[in-house]
């Protein structure tokens, strides 16, 4: 009796050691999230700085979430734009693999500038001044005479 009983104590731990061993694992996953975001909350406060202007406020209030771009951000090339609002993204979301949705502002003028969602990171452009300083990108409808028409989403996925 009492190796019959040895013998299930073992089973037993064994069952909880392989039931706690994923536990443990993401246990270390949600630390290495942690400090992800942590990196990207003092990347963001360099950003959000008077040395670079990149965002000047966050409305949290609603999703998605308003974002107010500053001086930095419109300065900025395509490829630059689209990392700040990822990185942002993964910030808000709080984990370095999900996004949240964000709904890009002109901290000046209070106008809505773009958006980064489901369909990826896109910009709306104004007009064919803003279409040529962004050359990377394509506008989806133009005029026949090339004048953007309107708000002309730009995307660079």
Same mark, same amino acid.
């Given at each position: ?30 630390? %290495? ?7 990207? /909350? #003092? ?9 670079? /202007? ?14 107010? !771009?500053?001086?930095?951000?419109? /300065? =900025?090339?395509?490829?630059?734009? #689209?990392? @700040?609002?990822?990185? @942002? ?17 002109? =901290?000046?003028?209070? %106008? ?8 990826? @990171? ?9 279409? %040529?300083?962004? /050359? ?11 004048? %953007?028409?309107? $708000?002309?989403? !730009?995307?660079? $996925?």
């Amino acid at each position: 009796m009492g190796r019959q009983s040895g013998m299930r104590r073992t089973i037993a731990g064994l069952f909880l050691l392989f039931l706690l061993s994923p536990s443990l694992s993401q246990s270390q996953d949600f630390k %290495a999230w942690q400090l992800k975001t942590a990196q990207f /909350k #003092e990347w963001l406060d360099i950003l959000q700085g008077d040395a670079y /202007k990149f965002w000047t406020r966050l409305d949290g209030t609603r999703r998605p979430h308003k974002l107010y !771009v500053g001086e930095g951000f419109n /300065k =900025a090339d395509l490829k630059d734009k #689209e990392q @700040f609002v990822e990185i @942002f993204s993964h910030y808000l979301a709080g984990h370095p693999e999900k996004f949240m949705l964000i709904d890009l502002y002109d =901290a000046g003028t209070g %106008a809505a500038i773009g958006e980064f969602g489901w369909g990826g @990171f896109k910009l709306f452009v104004a007009g064919p001044s803003q279409a %040529a300083q962004d /050359k990377s990108n394509t506008a989806i409808a133009d005029n026949p005479d090339g004048t %953007a028409a309107g $708000k002309t989403a !730009v995307t660079s $996925k």
